[in-house]
């Protein structure tokens, strides 16, 4: 079958460095992306994934291991505007085409 | 280059009356994807087209939902007799492919409400 899990929430300071963390399950992984949605809004497109290891962009960072199905996105120098939640997706091949299984999302506050 | 156009972006409607919500993919994308958030959760997929084709709605309830992308026009996604459980935010996303770093680009969504 097909699972994405990440925390419900998760709190910070400001300046702080923080790790929101997903493990997953899928039959025909074919990539990993992460999204950052505030209220009310679009989730707009942060970090991809497909080979293990680190992509580094600017504060944000994502990781990925497919051996242990488990990726994280790291926020460093934390701001009061990335306060929003935090979508892990993961693009699943099957029967000759692909779709998107998102997790719930991760709530991030950020506190002054 | 525009982003994915959703309207309307807010929709009342009563109990048993149609809704429907029209997606314009960004320019030069031919696949489209649906989805439905309700308050406080996740993205929960819906239906995924190309032009004039339907590939997997294995997301969309088998009564009143439905979908479309016709070679010309936006993609709609038609909803009759609304209830009130289909209250929530519609997202649409476009792609150009499936493949590599090509992600989904969403619209701002349509936030529909059934009184």
Redesign the interface.
């Known amino acids: 079958g097909q699972n994405i899990d990440q925390p419900t929430e998760m709190t910070a300071t400001e300046g702080a460095i923080v790790q929101i963390n997903c493990t997953y399950q899928t039959s025909g992984f074919n990539g990993l992306f992460w999204y950052q949605q505030h209220a009310g809004e679009a989730p707009t497109f942060l970090s991809y994934n497909v080979l293990d290891g680190l992509e580094e962009k600017g504060r944000f960072s994502s990781f990925l291991s497919r051996s242990k199905g488990y990726s994280y996105l790291l926020l460093k120098e934390l701001q009061m505007k990335d306060s929003a939640s935090y979508l892990c997706a993961v693009r699943d091949h099957y029967s000759g085409t692909y779709k998107y299984i998102f997790g719930t999302g991760t709530r991030l506050k950020v506190l002054a | 280059n525009a982003g994915v156009m959703q309207n309307p972006r807010h929709l009342v409607r009563r109990r048993g009356q149609e809704a429907r919500l029209r997606c314009s993919p960004m320019k030069g994308h031919s696949h489209v994807?649906w989805?439905r958030q309700l308050p406080e959760?996740?993205?929960?997929?819906m239906v995924?087209l190309q032009k004039e084709n339907i590939?997997?709605e294995s997301g969309m309830p088998k009564e009143r939902f439905s979908a479309e992308f016709p070679k010309e026009g936006p993609s709609i996604l038609r909803i009759q007799q609304v209830v009130r459980g289909d209250s929530a935010a519609y997202?649409c996303?476009s792609s150009p492919e499936?493949?590599g770093?090509d992600?989904?680009?969403?619209?701002?969504?349509t936030r529909l409400t059934v009184l």
């Not at chain 2, 959760?41 to 997929?45: D, I, N, P, S, V």
């Open positions: 994807y989805y959760e996740g993205l929960k997929f995924y590939i997997d997202f996303a499936t493949r770093t992600t989904q680009y969403f619209g701002p969504g």
